[in-house]
């Protein structure tokens, strides 16, 4: 399995970004797809996941503001970021769960930074 991030950048407060996760040697179909981040100092957490079904999970302080999605014949999972907060400011990275073995695989960090 081979995740690769990007989109993230520098915006200022209020600002809109949008992650894309390209996956490659998967089909897509099989795996949980997320996002998490870590901030400086903290734990990585995770930000939002989606099922195959389309079934979503976000964290409490970004829903209503982000956005999962994901296109299984494209092997994308993107993450829109709007109406970011200056606490949204870590190091984003994408990751997948086979649901059948359990396995995880994560892709390199885009590095988010939201300025106030």
């Known amino acids: 399995v081979q995740l690769q991030a990007s989109g993230g950048g520098l915006v200022q407060a209020g600002g809109s970004l949008r992650l894309s996760c390209a996956a490659s040697g998967i089909t897509l179909s099989r795996y949980i797809m997320a996002w998490y981040r870590q901030a400086p100092g903290k734990q990585r957490e995770l930000v939002a996941s989606?099922?195959?079904?389309?079934?979503?999970n976000y964290e409490d302080s970004v829903k209503s503001r982000f956005i999962i999605s994901r296109d299984n014949a494209k092997r994308t999972a993107d993450l829109q970021m709007n109406s970011l907060k200056p606490e949204d400011t870590a190091v984003y990275y994408c990751?997948?769960?086979?649901?059948?073995?359990?396995?995880?695989?994560w892709g390199q960090g885009t590095l988010v930074t939201v300025s106030s």
């Open positions: 990751a997948s769960k086979n649901r059948y073995t359990g396995s995880i695989s």
């Open positions: 989606i099922e195959n079904t389309g079934a979503v």
